[in-house]
């Protein structure tokens, strides 16, 4: 997959119904072919009259937002951001998923948060607490230590200077049609389907010369 420009919307690796019945079809063909769609359309028009960055990777541009010209700086942080919230974000579903947490990521919950339920619990509270639209993250953060954070709209843990394990989209057209208004009913209908085994080689990427 090219990570520059002109970005591509890559076809989810699974069944735009593979997250039944707990993310509907419907719901996963408008937020990968319309929502996601629209965002990489508007990062490749924006760049479209800049050469200059179009050799940029996606992150290369997230975190560099404040050096972009003034112009173009607000499109690149919103749409290069929903471009690589909402990647993320399907990269990491699965189904059937793996009920828990593995490998090495495993222990740093269990260290962090006790156990996998307190981690759960957590986990939900900050998604339920985004006020409009935004996203839940697990993160690691500077000091190496796993961390649960929310963002707004479409910004990234990155600009944060934290790195991200597993996001979770709370924006209502991720769950409007299925769960209707009841965002904690579609939060844990998402537990059932987090692809465990993707999440913790995300974490493992943090450890390069470790692992
Ligand atoms: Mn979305």
């Known amino acids: 997959m090219n990570n520059h420009y002109k970005f591509v919307n890559t076809p989810l690796p699974y069944a735009y119904e593979a997250m039944e019945p707990y993310i509907d079809k419907k719901t996963m063909f408008l937020h990968h072919d319309k929502?996601?769609?629209n965002y990489i359309d508007n990062l490749n028009n924006t760049l479209n009259k800049y050469p200059e960055f179009q050799c940029w990777t996606l992150e290369q541009l997230i975190i560099n937002v404040p050096y972009l010209p003034k112009e173009i700086q607000t499109n690149i942080k919103n749409n290069g951001g929903g471009v690589f919230n909402h990647q993320f974000y399907f990269s990491n579903l699965a189904n059937p998923a793996p009920l828990q947490p593995n490998g090495i990521?495993?222990?740093s919950i269990k260290n962090k948060f006790g156990s996998y339920l307190s981690f759960q619990n957590q986990f939900k509270t900050a998604a339920l607490s985004v006020f409009g639209s935004?996203?839940?993250?697990?993160?690691v953060n500077a000091a190496g230590q796993l961390c649960i954070i929310t963002t707004q709209?479409?910004?990234t843990p990155l600009e944060m200077n934290l790195?991200?394990?597993l996001n979770i989209?709370?924006?209502?057209?991720?769950?409007?049609?299925k769960h209707y208004n009841l965002r904690a009913d579609y939060i844990d209908d998402w537990f059932h389907i987090i692809n465990w085994d993707q999440v913790n080689q995300n974490y493992m990427r943090y450890f390069p010369c470790v692992f």
Do not use: M, R, S
């Not at 989209?169 to 049609?177: G, R």
């Open 35 to 37: 929502h996601l769609q």
């Open 105 to 107: 990521l495993d222990q």
């Open 134 to 139: 935004g996203y839940a993250w697990l993160v």
């Open 153 to 155: 709209n479409q910004d």
């Open 163 to 165: 790195f991200p394990i």
């Open 169 to 177: 989209d709370v924006w209502e057209h991720a769950y409007y049609l």
